[in-house]
C-alpha cells in the first residue's frame, strides 16, 4: 500500500491550535468585571442631588449614572415613571432606586 504525501502546509494543520468553543475566551472577557463597593455619599451632594431629581420629569432625557450588582451604571433615556413612595426611578423599562443613583445629567 502506498501512501501519498501530505504538503507541508497540511502536515502542519495537525500542529495547530484547537479552539473547541469558539468565541469563548471572548465571551469569559465580556464577563469578567472588578466589583466596587458603593460609594458613601455626603449629605451636601445628597442635597444636590434631590434638588436634581426635583426637577426631573416624566418624558425628559436624562443620563443617570447609578450602583447595581457591583458596579456603576450609566443609563441614558427618556424617563417613564417617578414614583416617591416606591423611591425609584424609571428610565425605559429599566427601574433604578432613588438610594442607588450617584449622578443625574438632564
Avoid: W
Wanted: aromatic letters at 8%; proline letters at 4%; one cysteine or more.
Amino acid at each position: 500500500m502506498t501512501r501519498t504525501k501530505m504538503s507541508r502546509e497540511e502536515r502542519a494543520k495537525q500542529f495547530m491550535p484547537f479552539a473547541a468553543l469558539k468565541g469563548y475566551p471572548e465571551a469569559l472577557q465580556k464577563k469578567e468585571k472588578i466589583v466596587v463597593p458603593k460609594a458613601e455619599l455626603s449629605e451636601d451632594y445628597q442635597e444636590e442631588l434631590n434638588r436634581m431629581l426635583l426637577q426631573v420629569k416624566v418624558n425628559d432625557m436624562i443620563t443617570v449614572t447609578c450602583f447595581q450588582k457591583g458596579e456603576y451604571l450609566k443609563v441614558t433615556g427618556m424617563v417613564s415613571k417617578i414614583d416617591k413612595s416606591a423611591r425609584f426611578l424609571q428610565i425605559v423599562h429599566t427601574k433604578i432606586p432613588l438610594d442607588d443613583i450617584y449622578q443625574i445629567i438632564i
